[in-house]
């Protein structure tokens, strides 16, 4: 089975910029979560969606970002206007349930800089 | 406040030996589970183990094996005969049921980068 897909691996971009990020979850997982992962601040989670709802976007850093996830099978996350300070890798998981013992499972992510 | 802390920025080990990579939790919810992933140089998170706050047994897979000790609230990862390509940084990470004030997200801890020496 394939696993969470990821695109694009590679970003490059110049500040102010729109930079749209996708995900396509394991087939049959409802619950997707996007993750930044920064040296400063490690792993955290920005958003989360349950059958494509979001459910929880606290840890969205500003307005600048915006997710979506128009049906089970893909979402995306957008910057827009990017900045240097987004620069980051970009995670996305999905996992079957959001229960503890649910393992989620990464993609590849994103690396993403912003000149 | 659900936590996790990993004391070791880095550790060394030769090839073939074991080696045992340190998490502590703090978490108030008596259920839970417990991730450990792995991140090479290439940048992805890959699954490891998974220990459950109910186990009654230590988490095993191949050459990876969780010292869960509940009580002190601890998870330690213990990687058997080493191999080079075992060398990359180590995640552990925990997540709570779902509750009205969390997500179920995963908190994950500082990491420990892992060398493993010919």
């Known amino acids: 089975d394939a696993g969470v897909i990821q695109s694009p691996r590679h970003e490059v971009t110049e500040m102010g910029q729109e930079v749209t990020l996708r995900c396509k979850p394991i087939s049959g997982h409802d619950y997707l979560f996007w993750y930044r992962q920064t040296m400063m601040r490690g792993l955290e989670l920005l958003i989360y969606?349950?059958?494509?709802?979001?459910?929880?976007d606290s840890g969205m850093p500003e307005d600048r970002f915006s997710a979506k996830m128009p049906n089970a099978s893909f979402s995306t996350l957008k910057i827009q206007p990017s900045e240097p300070r987004d620069s980051a890798v970009y995670f996305c998981?999905?996992?079957?349930?959001?229960?503890?013992?649910?393992?989620?499972?990464f993609g590849p992510g994103t690396r993403l800089l912003v000149l | 406040a659900q936590k996790i802390t990993q004391t070791q920025p880095g550790m060394f080990v030769q090839e073939k030996e074991a080696v045992t990579l340190d998490c502590t939790y703090d978490t108030s919810d008596p259920s839970y589970g417990l991730f450990w992933y792995k991140q090479p140089s290439s940048g992805e998170m890959i699954f490891l183990i998974y220990q459950g706050s109910y186990d009654q047994q230590n988490a095993t897979e191949g050459r990876y094996s969780l010292n869960f000790q509940k009580a002190r609230k601890s998870a330690n990862l213990v990687i058997s005969a080493s191999q080079l390509g075992d060398s990359a940084m180590y995640f552990c990470a925990m997540r709570d049921a779902i509750d009205s004030s969390n997500t179920g997200k995963l908190i994950f801890g500082q990491g420990t980068t892992l060398q493993v020496k010919p």
């Open positions: 969606f349950n059958n494509n709802v979001p459910i929880d």
């Open positions: 998981a999905s996992s079957f349930s959001p229960g503890a013992q649910e393992t989620q499972y």
